[in-house]
């Protein structure tokens, strides 16, 4: 019976954060197409277009520590705002390729590459599929972080990644 209520719980809560998605989206795209049609002074409307960015923004981060299963967005925004917020000596780079850390035999782009004074300090994937991180490939690229003694984490998609999480996972590749 635990089995089925656990399994019955993670279905709702995904049906449930689909359907309050939905409603954000209608309703912040109702609010931004009122203001455009409306005759609303600049400055007033620039006020309230600001007012629906950070909203829109909100809904896509989640909560802090909310659960966001399987929402890529959710968690690249996490991993940016950890990093801004924690390690601020640090930068991101998207897609970087495995040859930018001197590995030419396998063809792999990392999610995220994070550098500090321009160097290669730690590679980042996200992993869509359950199985993913047992890939060749992926092993093949945590392996050649490891030879050129660059840190390597992965975050799979489909499990929470509340901020909390994230943060300790960068902390302990930096």
Same mark, same amino acid.
């Given at each position: ?91 991101? =780079? /998207?897609? +970087?390729?495995? &040859? ?9 782009? *990392?999610?995220?590459? %994070?550098? @500090? ?17 047992? =890939? /060749?490939? +992926?092993?093949? &690229? ?9 840190? *390597?984490?992965?975050? %799979?998609? @489909? ?16």
């Amino acid at each position: 019976m635990g089995f089925l209520d656990n399994l019955l719980k993670k279905e709702a809560r995904k049906i449930i954060s689909g359907v309050v998605d939905s409603v954000v989206d209608n309703v912040l795209d109702g609010a931004k197409e009122a203001v455009n049609q409306s005759g609303i002074s600049g400055n007033v409307q620039k006020k309230t277009q600001t007012a629906i960015n950070r909203a829109s923004e909100a809904s896509a981060v989640c909560n802090e520590e909310e659960s966001c299963y399987g929402k890529e967005s959710v968690v690249r925004a996490r991993m940016e705002q950890c990093l801004t917020r924690e390690f601020p000596g640090y930068t991101l =780079r /998207k897609n +970087v390729s495995a &040859s930018e850390i001197g590995t030419y035999d396998i063809a792999w782009t *990392y999610t995220y590459g %994070i550098y @500090r004074d321009g160097q290669a300090v730690a590679m980042i994937n996200l992993l869509a599929g359950a199985n993913d991180y047992k =890939r /060749k490939i +992926v092993l093949q &690229s945590k392996t050649a972080c490891r030879n050129a003694g660059i840190g *390597y984490v992965h975050f %799979i998609l @489909r499990l929470p990644n509340r901020s909390s999480y994230v943060a300790q996972q960068l902390r302990s590749i930096l």
